[in-house]
């Protein structure tokens, strides 16, 4: 079965500060990777996905990702956060091949403080 | 191009009775899945629908059901709700179903059992 572990439940940085949340799965086969993002009353929104190829994956906004297959990790960074980046952020996996049944980590809060 | 969009965003219900939520896909995405959002079991797959049949189904009592309908259109269903069945319910829609066909996820209907 999958699994996906987010280490940090919260992390606190200040605006312009870098950050990373980490992010590992466990799974036997092949999967699809995917970091999303909720705001306050809001549904998930997807940041950035690893299918296959470059195994560093960029999203608009200017985070990042990094697929480490003999880590199994999927950590999202960003070299200068903004206070419009807080919100709660989830790496999810998915069988590749399989039917949107997305395995989500618990999540990471992400506060940036001025 | 409208979102997902899920009506209503808000129910308050009583233990014993049940509910339908609603949810209407991107023009275009034949595939739909719910999740289950809770503070204690984090998001959870409930089901995935395409082209009005069933695919997929998470770990949840049969009290849990859901549909679709031929224009995309999906609707879930809670019988004999619970306390515990408060949660916010996510619809998402993708153009297959795929794993490698991103989820767009609707803002989430919040229902409260009292």
């Known amino acids: 079965a999958q699994s996906v572990t987010q280490l940090d439940s919260q992390v606190p940085v200040f605006e312009e500060a870098p950050v990373e949340l980490r992010c590992n799965y466990s799974s036997s086969v092949s999967v699809y990777l995917f970091w999303y993002v909720q705001y306050p009353n809001q549904g998930l929104q997807l940041l950035l996905k690893y299918l296959s190829g470059s195994t560093l994956v960029e999203s608009i906004n200017g985070f990042e990702a990094e697929f480490n297959k003999s880590q199994t990790s999927f950590h999202l960074r960003k070299p200068s956060v903004h206070i419009s980046d807080t919100a709660e952020y989830f790496c999810a996996v998915i069988l590749s091949g399989g039917y949107n049944k997305l395995i989500f980590g618990a999540g990471t809060r992400l506060a940036v403080h001025p | 191009k409208a979102g997902v969009t899920q009506t209503p965003r808000y129910l308050i219900k009583t233990r014993g009775q049940q509910v339908t939520l609603s949810c209407s896909p991107i023009s275009g995405h034949r595939s739909v899945s719910w999740y289950q959002q809770t503070p204690g079991q984090g998001l959870q797959f409930l089901f995935e629908?395409?082209?009005?049949?069933?695919?997929n189904k998470g770990n949840f009592p049969g009290r849990f059901s859901g549909r679709q309908f031929s224009n995309s259109r999906s609707e879930m269903n809670v019988s004999t709700l619970e306390l515990g069945d408060s949660a916010l319910y996510l619809c998402?829609?993708?153009?297959?179903?795929?794993?490698?066909?991103?989820?767009?996820f609707g803002n989430g209907t919040r229902l409260t059992v009292t």
């Open positions: 998402a829609s993708s153009l297959s179903g795929q794993g490698n066909s991103p989820l767009h």
């Open positions: 629908y395409f082209s009005e049949t069933q695919r």
